[in-house]
């Protein structure tokens, strides 16, 4: 399987963002998918991720302002992103919930204050 994400920008505060992920391969539909990100000096974090059957889960930190989504039949998975902050600041990746595949180089999401 191959993930490209892609949507993230600079955004201010209080905006919007909608990132997605292209993935090729086979067995996306089975696979449950993560939204990650990681911080300048902080640890790669789950944000968010969909199970095969669209059952979601998110950190406390996104709850309620993210959203995840999947589209089996065209492999693509989505974060939509609302009330950002400047800590949502991040470089995002996608990947399934066990980090299996190759991570790219993810989506920059800049938020300003």
């Known amino acids: 399987v191959q993930l490209q994400a892609s949507g993230g920008g600079l955004v201010q505060a209080g905006g919007s963002l909608t990132l997605s992920c292209a993935a090729s391969?086979?067995?996306?539909?089975?696979?449950?998918m993560g939204w990650y990100r990681q911080a300048p000096g902080k640890q790669r974090e789950l944000v968010a991720f969909?199970?095969?059957?669209?059952?979601?889960n998110y950190a406390d930190s996104v709850e309620g302002r993210f959203t995840i989504s999947r589209n089996n039949a065209k492999k693509m998975v989505y974060l939509q992103m609302n009330n950002l902050k400047p800590e949502d600041t991040a470089v995002y990746y996608c990947?399934?919930?066990?980090?299996?595949?190759?991570w790219g180089q993810g989506t920059l999401v800049t938020v300003s204050s």
């Open positions: 990947n399934d919930y066990s980090g299996s595949y190759y």
């Open positions: 391969g086979s067995f996306f539909s089975v696979k449950s």
């Open positions: 969909i199970t095969s059957v669209g059952v979601t």
